[in-house]
């Protein structure tokens, strides 16, 4: 009896462990499956887009820069331009993403600054105004005028007021913030963790994979995209 009952205490010892050695390799093969689901996942999204969300991710790559065509002379003779990957902001900064900026920061535009008496002592104090330049249209059948004639100095204008102290962005949450300085947009891009784009990543991007093109659009010119263009400025 003795030697019966250790046997089937030897067998049932042996099932146990069995079954443990099966449950423990079934939980090892899930486990390692589920790890390398999450890393072929985690691979396939950073392949698709490693940028934070709101950017692009912009493949590095080398093209002419600059363009022969151009009425600018630090525009000409085009050379070759390398950049290496990076990401960019798929639209522009607007005025809701812009105010929330002031409204944590307090910070003031370069627009909304008067010119420094010490700076401009023989500036009269109305030419010491805050102010910016805006953008009229030249209305159609009038000749043009001057170069650059179409930009107006306007006392009152900045990134709230984007016509003069009359106009204002409400409703216009959405639209590009416009009156921005180079010093403003830098205090923005560090504010936001991010930062600007140099010029060379800025025309890679621009071009869209049209090298070589005379405009961002292609080599015929288009009245209506420049005029957009234009307007984004202002």
């Known amino acids: 009896m003795n030697y019966r009952h250790s046997i ?11 079954k ?3 449950f423990l390799t079934l939980i090892f093969i899930q486990g390692i499956a589920i790890a390398l689901l999450f890393i072929n996942t985690t691979a396939l999204a950073a ?3 490693p940028c934070p969300q709101g950017m692009a991710m912009i493949s590095g790559g080398t093209f002419k820069m600059g363009s022969d065509n151009s009425s600018f002379v630090e525009e000409r003779s085009p050379g070759d331009a390398t950049v290496t990957n990076f990401c960019i902001d798929k639209y522009e900064v607007t005025n809701a993403q812009f105010g929330e900026f002031v409204k944590a920061t307090g910070y003031v535009t370069v627009a909304e600054r008067p010119l420094s ?7 009269p104090d109305e030419q010491r105004l805050p102010g910016s330049l805006v953008f009229e249209m030249v ?14 100095w306007t006392t009152g204008a900045n990134w709230q007021h984007p016509f003069g102290p009359d106009s204002a962005i409400a409703n216009k949450s959405n639209y590009p913030v416009v009156h921005i300085a180079y010093e403003d947009a830098l205090a923005y891009a560090k504010w936001s963790g991010k930062s600007l784009p140099t010029e060379v ?16 659009w292609g080599d015929e010119y288009s009245e209506h995209r420049d005029k957009l263009n234009d307007r984004k400025l202002c």
């Open 8 to 18: 089937r205490n030897s067998k049932s010892e042996n099932i146990r462990d069995g």
């Open 20 to 22: 443990k050695y099966c």
């Open 47 to 49: 392949t698709v887009n």
């Open 117 to 123: 008496q010490k700076q401009f002592p023989d500036l």
């Open 139 to 152: 209305k159609p059948g009038v000749k043009q005028v001057s170069f650059l004639s179409w930009w107006h």
């Open 201 to 216: 990543q800025w025309e890679y991007a621009a071009r869209g994979g049209l090298d070589g093109a005379t405009y961002t």
